[in-house]
């Protein structure tokens, strides 16, 4: 790898941008083993993982370099000191309760979904409780695929995770109603197939980051622009 996946670069962190597709850290077995961690730690062999996206999503991540930047990043995901927002395409028109800036919460429990792993669920007996904000930036009208299905609505999203959990954002869409267009696991393939104009993929991505500095403290503010 070269370190045009790299945004930003210091001594204590690297901001880099994962492309759609790539692991965030190794899988099981020799065909797993290319992934964004093992690519940054051949340029940077300090690097090391704070967190992760799915394999499916692209967009921004930071590694820490070092042991305790590694400890001090953690921290400051623990303490949601972290700001996160991602960007996303979902089925239909979705709409929603909203405050004045027109954002909506989604506060629905999440638990893994043990018969169906890797799939999450939401459920209000064993689920860990799990926030999203989200808001509709617009909406559109487009040919689908499918002879049946004409026309579908498509919708682009601002969302903010609150909580950590596994695939939140894509389970609180989903059972809102409103799957992420490209979804493997969550979308009806009948209904999430719209021609887009690129290669078929999971629409999300991670659009901003604001994270306190490992060393300094000071606030840090990275942004990358949806690809879709």
């Known amino acids: ?7 930003y670069v210091d001594p204590h962190m690297v901001v880099l941008e994962k492309p759609a597709g790539l692991l965030a850290v190794p899988g099981r077995g020799e065909d797993k083993q290319d992934c964004l961690s ?4 051949a340029i940077w062999p300090d690097a090391l993982i704070v967190h ?16 305790e930047a590694q400890r001090q990043l953690s921290r400051a995901f623990e303490k949601r000191q972290v700001h996160k927002r991602y960007q996303a395409l979902v ?33 209000w007996q064993t689920g860990k409780p799990s926030l999203t904000r ?16 004409p026309t579908e609505w498509i919708s682009r999203v601002e969302m903010e995770p609150m909580t950590g959990r596994t695939h939140q954002l894509r389970v609180h869409m989903q059972a809102l109603g409103h799957p992420i267009v490209g979804d493997p696991l969550y979308a009806n393939p009948a209904t999430a197939s719209a021609t887009l104009p690129f290669p078929p993929r999971l ?3 991670a659009t901003e980051l604001v994270l306190p500095h490992p060393v300094h403290g000071e606030p840090m503010a990275f942004s990358s622009p949806c690809p879709f």
């Open 91 to 123: 089925v239909g028109q979705i709409e929603g309760p909203a405050d004045e800036a027109g954002w909506s919460t989604i506060d629905w429990p999440l638990a893994v979904d043990w018969l169906n792993r890797p799939r999450s669920v939401v459920c």
């Open 38 to 41: 093992a690519r940054a730690q």
């Open 134 to 149: 989200w808001r509709r930036l617009e909406c559109a009208a487009m040919a689908g695929k499918d002879p049946l299905v």
């Open 203 to 205: 629409c999300l991505h």
């Open 52 to 67: 992760r996206l799915d394999m499916a999503t692209s967009g921004l991540m930071v590694m820490a370099r070092g042991i």
């Open 1 to 7: 790898m070269t370190d045009t996946l790299a945004l």
